[in-house]
Each structure stands twice: as structure tokens, then as C-alpha cells.
């Protein structure tokens, strides 16, 4: 195997980065050594590491510090934490830094490997992104319709990524903001709004690229410290979008799309109107969704049955105003929106995202 990715190994220990260096070099990644913290920033400062393996203990700037300042200076490096522990806090610590993953002692070989390749993969996907990104900001002014043809299929691209990444073979994103939509319509909101609506609901999952594996494919319940970091999911969706100017509003909506509206739910336990109306609107068709679909651990129920369950959460998860509404849409007409989406494909992303020049969310 011949590639020219190259991986930076950060380690205080010199038999680990000779151990790891070999590991890779076998499948034919170019490997860098660092001894520490500083060293490994001022080597980023004049080449750009396709991974980074990164220790989390060590002597002159510990791996925390080192993610900070290399978040600090605009590193896009894919970072993979190693660490001879898995204390919570500092899992939860690497997380909200954005690292990708975590490689603890001892090491296991295919472990290593299959790391290593999934974090440059997605160090190329953050970069190919951010070039659609910078392409799309070069021409906000003319909004062109081919450019809005490259920014619905970067979209489509990362949504369909996600679903099929957490096995979602029904299109569960594509459901939700098409459900998300028509109950936003019938509470006669504005179309600036829908666009936010719309966009909040496709990407609600963004931030889930940055939890692990071992815990977003678990097939098993969830202990309490894996959960604490799949609660995170929300604040990493809206960090990875908040700075980008028309996603700004929706980014929102990522953020609060788990809150409840008796001040329940996370990450931050606010409630009533401190929610923004989209994610009241999506909860809602959220648990639509995941009630009448299917998973390992329960079968679907009906659009009726549904309904009234979710009904009778008024107040206490749900916005009893938006409630209402829900309540007068017939289960039928959920049933057939499903029923098209799963019929027809996913055609309609192109046309719900907002109008350039009208900013309108086109529908058909």
C-alpha cells in the first residue's frame, strides 16, 4: 500500500511513538513523531497532518492544552486522544475540544488501523467541505442556482452520510424535515422562518460526526457515562455550524432540538418560549418519527397511536400551543407524506431550501 497521508504521533514516551509509527508505516502512512505538546504545534505550524495522534499526559502541555491551541490556530487535523485511561471528565473534556475519537492502552492493532483511516476520511471530508464552504462565500453575493445545486448536494451528501452511518436506512433526517415543515405551514409561519425550520431540521444530527462509534453503534443500552458523552451531540452540531452566516439561525435549532419544554431535557434545561420555535416544532415530529419506525429494540406503531401519545405529552415535552396544531392535522396526512418520501426518493431537498434571491422555501 503507497499513500502520501500523512500522520503526526504526539507522545511523551519514545517506544510508544516507535511502536505506533511502525503500526502505520506497515499500511503505508507517512508518519512524524513529536515528544510533546509544543513541539507538536510548531509542526503543524508548517505541515498539514492529515490525523493526529495525540497523548493525553504529558509533562510540558498536556494533550487538553495542546487541542486548544491547535483549535486556537485553525488546525483541521482529524485528532485521535491516547490515553492509558477512560476517566470520564477527560473524555468529556477531549469531546467538547473537538477530538474524534480515542485509542486506549493497551493498544489493539486493527483498532489502531481502522482509527487511523476513518479519522483521515474525515479529516478530507472537513476539508472538502470547508472548499464548498469558501466557494459558497466567494459568490453569497451573486447566489447563483448552480451554487445553490453544490450546496444542496453537500448537504444531501452529509445528511444521508449521517443516517446510514447510524444505520438509518428509512431516511429518518429526510422525514423529519418534510413532517417539520408541513407543521411549521400550518401554524402559518413566515417563510424565513420555514428556511430556518428546514435547514435546522436536516442537519438536527450534524453534531453526532463527533461522537465515537463504540458508542453511537452500540447495539446495547447506553451506561450512564456514554451517555452523558451522546448528550453532547447537540453542542457539537452547533459549534461545527454556528459561523456559518445562513446557517446561523438554524445552528440554533441543533442546539435545542433535545430540550423539553418543562425544562427537562439537554444540554441546558431551558423551557416554555426559551426554546425556539423550530425546536418545538421539531421535537414534536421527532418523536413522530420515532415512534412509527422501527428499531432493534421495538417495533413501529400507528400514526394514530402515535398522535395521541404524543398529545398526551402536552405540556410537560411539548409545547401545548404547538400541540394544537399537531393536533389538527389528520394521521392520515402523515402517513401519506411518509408513504411518498419512501415511494418517490428524496427529490425534494433542492426545492424546500430557501430561494436565494426571494429567500422562500420552495415546496413542491
Not at 135 to 159: N, P, R
Not at 169 to 193: C, F, I, P, Q, W
Amino acid at each position: 500500500m503507497s499513500n502520501n497521508k500523512q500522520i503526526l504521533i504526539v507522545d511523551d514516551e519514545e517506544s510508544i511513538r516507535i511502536l505506533l509509527k511502525n503500526i502505520l508505516s506497515n499500511k503505508g502512512y507517512k508518519c512524524d513523531l513529536a515528544s510533546g505538546g509544543n513541539e507538536c504545534i510548531e509542526k503543524c505550524k508548517t505541515t498539514e497532518y492529515d490525523l493526529i495522534l495525540l497523548d493525553i499526559y504529558m509533562p510540558d502541555l498536556n494533550g487538553l492544552e495542546t487541542m486548544q491551541k491547535l483549535k486556537a490556530n485553525n488546525i483541521d487535523s482529524s485528532i485521535v486522544v491516547i490515553s492509558a485511561s477512560r476517566d470520564i471528565d477527560n473524555v468529556k473534556s477531549a469531546l467538547k475540544q473537538g477530538t474524534y475519537d480515542f485509542l486506549f492502552k493497551p493498544f489493539v492493532i486493527k483498532e489502531i488501523e481502522t482509527t487511523a483511516e476513518r479519522g483521515i476520511e474525515r479529516t478530507k471530508l472537513i476539508r472538502e467541505n470547508k472548499f464548498y464552504q469558501q466557494q459558497l462565500e466567494k459568490k453569497v453575493i451573486e447566489q447563483t442556482s448552480e451554487l445553490m445545486d453544490l450546496y444542496a448536494g453537500t448537504l444531501e451528501v452529509m445528511v444521508l452520510a449521517l443516517d446510514l452511518r447510524e444505520q438509518e436506512t428509512g431516511y429518518h433526517s429526510y422525514r423529519v424535515t418534510e413532517y417539520s415543515l408541513m407543521l411549521a405551514r400550518n401554524l402559518k409561519l413566515s417563510h424565513e422562518e420555514l428556511s430556518i425550520i428546514v435547514k435546522g431540521a436536516l442537519l438536527h444530527d450534524i453534531g453526532k460526526i463527533g461522537i465515537p462509534d463504540s458508542i453511537l453503534l452500540k447495539n446495547e443500552e447506553l451506561t450512564t457515562s456514554e451517555w452523558e458523552i451522546m448528550k453532547t451531540h447537540p453542542q457539537l452540531g452547533y459549534n461545527i455550524l454556528k459561523k456559518i452566516n445562513f446557517l446561523e439561525e438554524s445552528a440554533k435549532i441543533i442546539l435545542t432540538h433535545h430540550e423539553r419544554y418543562d425544562g427537562k431535557g439537554y444540554p441546558n434545561g431551558i423551557s416554555g418560549t426559551e426554546i425556539p420555535i423550530g425546536s418545538r416544532i421539531f421535537s414534536i415530529v421527532d418523536a413522530l418519527d420515532a415512534m412509527t419506525s422501527n428499531r432493534i429494540y421495538r417495533r413501529a406503531v400507528g400514526f394514530e397511536e402515535a398522535k395521541q401519545r404524543i398529545i398526551d405529552s402536552s405540556e410537560t415535552q411539548f409545547d401545548p400551543e404547538v400541540i394544537e396544531s399537531f393536533a389538527q392535522i389528520p394521521e392520515t396526512d402523515w402517513a401519506n407524506l411518509r408513504n411518498r418520501i419512501e415511494t418517490s426518493g428524496i427529490t425534494f431537498l433542492k426545492n424546500i431550501l430557501f430561494n436565494a434571491n426571494k429567500n422562500a422555501v420552495y415546496y413542491n
